[in-house]
């Protein structure tokens, strides 16, 4: 006999398979929280390099030899 079986004779109304559905629930809410942050880090990440390469390549366009301006 199993468990839930022996709680719905006992009177003890006990859905074990919603809480377990519900605990699964949480903890793939969880993952999809801590994937939309890592893709949040890399995304910001990437931007950031793109505008330092961006800055990179605008003072050596400005100053074709390299040479900063004084």
């Given at each position: 006999m199993k468990?839930k079986?022996?709680?719905d004779?006992?009177g ?7 809480a377990l559905?519900?605990?699964?629930a ?10 939309g942050?890592?893709?949040r880090?890399?995304?910001?990440e990437s ?8 800055a ?12 900063e301006?004084?």
């Amino acid at each position: 006999m199993k468990l839930k079986d022996l709680l719905d004779r006992a009177g003890i109304r006990n859905d074990i398979d919603k809480a377990l559905e519900d605990k699964e629930a949480a903890k793939e809410k969880q993952i999809q929280e801590m994937a939309g942050a890592v893709t949040r880090l890399i995304i910001n990440e990437s931007i950031k390099e793109a505008k330092a390469r961006a800055a990179e390549r605008d003072r050596l366009l400005i100053n074709p030899d390299g040479a900063e301006k004084k």
